[in-house]
């Protein structure tokens, strides 16, 4: 990244948080609270490790050369301020043994105000995001495979963030804070099937006074503490947001291969593969998305799930297995062609 069009907002956030996962490690090694069966200092360090990802993977895209770059690089500034504020509430309320995200503890003033401030901040996350993606995704700023991961990361991205939106529409909560307080959270992530056996077994009060208990959540899965009893909509969000990182990983993956196989040094070849991983990140986000809003565990997938899976899985082999053999193709006519000319001794 060239340090004279560095955008240092993005990298001082960056720098933030990668600090902020260091300090939340130690959490939760040396502070034994906890709220739904995890570490008070899990999530701050998710969250930090999620936005130094993303910000360094803005940071460079904003490096690069590009009309409106002006608008892009203030919409970064925008970024980078809404991120180190909203995640220094969630680091605020870990200190505080309590929740960030959806909590209705109206006589805590500190809370009233945090919350405010991801009323405004998420919108505003948001939107710079998507306007970025906008001006970005009609630009090529490098190769031909870098393009096409940058723009297809950007939009799985932004629907990544609107559909976390849909987390303010899956009831009220009732939880217990590290201290045992009970406090009310006005929405979760998990989406639950209540004629479920796992629905009934979970939330043992649901129905009795119009609230749900949310104490299932901390039966989840290791480290993610994604839900194993119901369908749970963090996962399209990280699958949405994090694949620009995989789809960048994988170009320079397959640049580093075409030195070893002639046939994928073609730029052609290499975006056509992209193109295709693109596409099955999609797939899986819709999949992922689908599975949650059918109060379905990611690791309990019905009949249908493995179905449409096995489906996706077979045409994107079926489709990779066609561009690897156009671009051996391709790469033997280039052969022919140059040997067709060199001149005859």
Request: charged share 15%; net charge positive; glycine share 10%.
């Amino acid at each position: 990244m060239p340090v004279r069009r560095a955008h240092r907002p993005l990298l001082c956030m960056v720098g933030l948080m990668a600090a902020l996962v260091l300090v939340a490690t130690v959490g939760m090694l040396v502070d034994d609270r906890r709220v739904l069966g995890e570490s008070v200092w899990l999530k701050p360090w998710k969250f930090g490790l999620a936005f130094a990802l993303y910000g360094l993977t803005l940071a460079w895209l904003l490096s690069r050369p590009h009309r409106g770059q002006r608008v892009t690089r203030w919409l970064g500034t925008v970024f980078a301020v809404t991120g180190v504020v909203d995640v220094g509430f969630i680091v605020l309320q870990a200190a505080r043994g309590s929740f960030s995200h959806f909590n209705n503890a109206d006589p805590d003033p500190v809370n009233q105000v945090g919350q405010i401030v991801f009323t405004s901040g998420v919108p505003g996350l948001f939107l710079a995001n998507l306007v970025i993606a906008v001006i970005v995704v009609r630009q090529r700023l490098v190769d031909r495979p870098t393009t096409v991961a940058i723009r297809a990361g950007l939009l799985l991205a932004v629907l990544g963030m609107a559909q976390a939106y849909l987390m303010g529409f899956t009831g009220e909560q009732r939880v217990l804070d590290a201290y045992g307080r009970p406090v009310l959270l006005g929405a979760g992530h998990t989406v639950l099937d209540h004629n479920t056996d796992a629905a009934r077994d979970g939330y043992t009060d649901a129905g009795r006074d119009g609230y749900i208990d949310a104490a299932h959540d901390a039966d989840g899965m290791p480290l993610t503490h994604w839900s194993t009893t119901g369908g749970d909509l963090r996962i399209p969000h990280f699958v949405g947001l994090h694949a620009i990182q995989f789809l960048l990983i994988a170009v320079i993956a397959l640049a580093l291969l075409a030195r070893r196989f002639r046939w994928l040094r073609p730029e052609r070849t290499r975006a056509e593969l992209i193109t295709v991983l693109a596409g099955g990140c999609a797939a899986v986000f819709a999949l992922v998305f689908w599975q949650a809003m059918r109060a379905q565990s990611l690791v309990h997938p019905d009949a249908a799930t493995l179905g449409v899976a096995a489906g996706l899985l077979t045409t994107l082999a079926g489709l990779t297995v066609l561009v690897l053999l156009r671009g051996r193709d391709l790469n033997r006519r280039s052969g022919a062609a140059s040997a067709a000319v060199r001149p005859r001794e």
